[in-house]
């Protein structure tokens, strides 16, 4: 068999990296190497498509170590039984990579994962290896993201922590029934045990630091997972359900979500066809309501249907045009809960509407200079000089509200 170049070993390994979702920095700490002598940091400025918590754009070299893997989770396309091209990275081409791309601007961190090789104990070695010697041999003070294994022992997933700034444990499906189904090799109950003990040692490091600044950082980005979005039978309702235990049990910095992609040679237990991906983007804003609005997830399908978000609407104005009998809302008395409701008004909106009535009441020309657009605001809303009248009462305001259809393109740019 040829030798494969490490070009095209970082062609084939890069591209098996796409499928996984998880891949964000928000939530790095700064550091910087200049004082120890070492190469990275995470302040600057970089490629890829992950954000820090100031905007800043973070660029990561997202790769596997390898797609082989002795798993056979009929979803994923690097699946043991898979006919794909295969190729593994050793754990210093990995840091001689992410190195070099440094030193030439392309990226500010690295984003790890693996297929499972030997065992998931000895995958596990590797990539901490890889995060140990970027930190301590070469003093890298980029950002580093492992995605972990929770079958590996404990003791390792503890050394992940101390070396990277995010871990990250794929649930892959919202229902234990599904994963055993379609990843026999994996465990529901495992995974959720390992993220536990992650989301453990993860506040026990922030309380030790909050204690003294001397104390040893543990994925200070905290943890992480992603779901596969209509690679099962699961509704909306089940997976906003299960994103919410997730979320209040272990503490989890972010669910992500990733529309079920079809894949050759696919067993007969999986769809034909992949979910629109507006279902995945309803998921995430549906995820930003549980999150940071408020919401609860029976309060949120109130908008949707048989267990389904409304693809048409975002589900915020979906719960509105189900609740009209909440609004209009006065802006310039109702509180910041009630303001978050509001069709339209985001977090940074709502701020400046608190900050501004403090001065003056607000008008409608006030709202224009705060909000991009105010035609969906209208409707929910009282001003000074604003009154929706019977908009609320009208049965074809759903209409009116709905974005109209976009033209695909016929070359997909």
Known sequence: MSKISRSDKLAILADAAKYDASCASSGSVKRNS????????????????SYAPDGRCISLLKILMTNYCMFDCLYCINRSSSNVRRAAFTVQEIVDLTLDFYKRNYIEGLFLSSGIIRSPDYTMEQLVEVAR???????????????????????????????????????????????????????????????????????????????SRKAPLFAPGGHSTQMIIGADASDDAKILTTSNGLYGEYGLKRVYYSAFSPIPDASSNLPAQAPPLLREHRLYQADWLLRFYGFSVPEIMQGGRAGQLDLSIDPKLA??????????????????????????????????????????????????????????????????????????????????LKPPPEQLSLFGA
């Open 133 to 211: 010697r970027l930190r301590i041999v070469h003093k890298f003070g980029g950002y580093i993201h492992l995605k972990t294994i929770p079958e590996a022992d404990p003791e390792l997933l503890k050394q992940a922590g101390q070396y990277a700034d995010r871990l990250s444990i794929n649930i892959e499906l919202p229902d234990d029934e599904s994963i055993a189904r379609l990843a026999p090799e994996k465990d529901g109950k495992l995974i959720r045990r390992s993220m536990d003990n992650l989301g453990k040692k993860v506040r026990e490091a922030k309380a030790e630091r909050k204690t």
């Open 34 to 49: 200049a004082k120890s002598g070492g190469i990275g940091s995470t302040g600057g400025m970089g490629i890829c498509h």
């Open 319 to 400: 719960w509105a045009l189900q609740n009209r009998a909440r609004f209009p809302v006065n802006i310039n008395l109702a509180d910041k809960e009630v303001l978050l409701r509001i069709p339209g008004l985001g977090g940074k909106g709502v701020g400046q509407i608190l900050q501004a009535r403090r001065f003056t009441a607000l008008r409608l020309a006030d709202l224009e200079r705060i909000c991009q657009s105010v035609k969906k605001i209208l409707p929910f809303i009282t001003t000074v000089d604003w009154h929706p009248g019977k908009q609320l009462d009208s049965l074809n305001l759903y209409d009116r």
